[in-house]
């Protein structure tokens, strides 16, 4: 019900910063949580980040406290997460996902209640 489109990765060096985009689409029925999550070559997908539909929840995986930031602007239909003082760890492909609630201050970190997923961008921090 919900089409997502990730943008604003690229290649970058230890310590630089990137902003990701989630462009979001279509219909939904309800309001919706709107998770980030990585996968490393070799690793399971991994939950990042996410913000509730009222943006006065957020939850972040702990590696990632204090660098990025979570936002949306509903307006728009737009999620963002700000990287910061990246790190080689940080390199993976980065999803976002979207899972309906009627909870507007809602949060989660179960891949399995995320039903709509975008095709993922490549942030590669290297030196």
């Known amino acids: 019900q919900v089409q997502l489109v990730e943008s604003g990765g690229g290649l970058v060096r230890p310590g630089d910063s990137l902003r990701l985009s989630c462009a979001a689409s279509?219909?939904?029925?309800?309001?919706?949580?709107m998770g980030w999550f990585r996968q490393a070559p070799g690793k399971d997908r991994e939950f990042v980040a996410a913000?509730?539909?009222?943006?006065?929840?957020?939850d972040y995986l702990g590696s990632v406290k204090g660098r990025f930031t979570v936002s949306r602007d509903n307006a728009k239909n737009t999620m963002y997460l700000q990287m910061n003082s990246l790190k080689p760890e940080d390199t993976a492909v980065y999803y976002c996902?979207?899972?309906?609630?009627?909870?507007?201050?809602?949060?989660?970190?179960?891949?399995?209640?995320?039903?709509?997923w975008g095709q993922g961008t490549q942030v590669t921090v290297s030196s």
């Open positions: 996902a979207a899972a309906a609630t009627s909870n507007a201050d809602f949060t989660t970190r179960a891949t399995s209640r995320y039903a709509d």
């Open positions: 913000i509730s539909w009222s943006t006065r929840s957020t």
């Open positions: 279509g219909r939904p029925s309800y309001n919706y949580v």
